[in-house]
């Protein structure tokens, strides 16, 4: 099958068609999937869920992050038998939608690894990030549980390498009036998910590229990415904005 752009010397492809028969024809194995699928929480003609994509991602990847929010994953848990959840990261947007006037205004959306197979398989590189402050840590720490029936759950010695474990809550400022795409997510929140579960120059393929930001961000990354989009408007702007090197 004939890419709809390709940039062999960075690995990433882009292909356009609806996934669930794009994917198949593909026949490729890669490290991870990432995936920002139509939620299905409007009335907006594209906001279609794609019945039965998690079973093809499975044929993908042994690892995936998705995006949704609660009432998707809620909605469609049983698409998501055989994929066993890892952890769930937030996106913290500087702003949000509201599409309701008695509810809290939502700023944020979920990003939930799931993985199949063993954990010890997975690719989870420990998220660091260079820590800060005047007090890093200490040389040594000693653990012990403060509950009075439990014991001491033992010592652990440990250097202060001046980092510190990112927070599952994750800033990144939203895409606003510069989006390509209605559902556009900045490479700043997809760029450490894929650091996380993909290794340095393995492959990231992404279900419904929209704008290209995930092929973007793996190829930021040091990974290389193929990308399926159903709609070539949207397929057109990715590749241009790929062609361009575009940095977001």
């Known amino acids: ?26 026949d490729v194995k890669a490290d991870l999937v990432v995936a920002d699928p139509p939620y299905a929480e409007t ?68 990003a939930v690894h799931w993985y199949r197979g063993p954990w010890s398989s997975i690719q989870h590189a420990t998220p660091l990030l260079p820590s800060s402050g005047l007090h890093q840590g200490s040389p040594t720490s000693a653990r012990r549980s403060s509950a009075p029936h439990m014991s001491a759950i033992g010592a652990k010695t440990w250097t202060d390498n001046g980092t510190r474990l990112a927070r599952s809550v994750i800033q990144a400022r939203s895409m606003n009036h510069a989006a390509i795409h209605p559902t556009e997510k900045p490479v700043a929140i997809l760029a450490p998910l894929i650091e996380y579960a993909c290794p340095e120059g393995g492959l990231v393929v992404d279900p419904f590229a929209g704008s290209g930001s995930t092929l973007d961000a793996a190829r930021q990354s040091g990974r290389r990415a193929v990308g399926i989009e159903a709609h070539e408007p949207y397929a057109k702007a990715a590749a241009l904005r790929l062609s361009a090197l575009v940095i977001c």
């Open 1 to 26: 099958m004939d890419a709809y752009w390709e940039d062999k010397d960075a690995g990433i492809a882009l292909y356009l068609g609806d996934m669930r028969e794009v994917l198949p024809a593909l």
């Open 43 to 110: 009335s907006l003609a594209w906001d279609r869920w794609p019945d039965g994509w998690p079973a093809l991602a499975a044929t993908v990847a042994s690892s995936m992050w998705c995006f949704g929010s609660m009432r998707m994953f809620l909605d469609r848990r049983d698409q998501f038998a055989g994929w066993k959840l890892s952890q769930d990261v937030i996106w913290e947007k500087h702003n949000g939608s509201g599409f309701t006037t008695d509810r809290f205004r939502r700023v944020h959306e979920h």
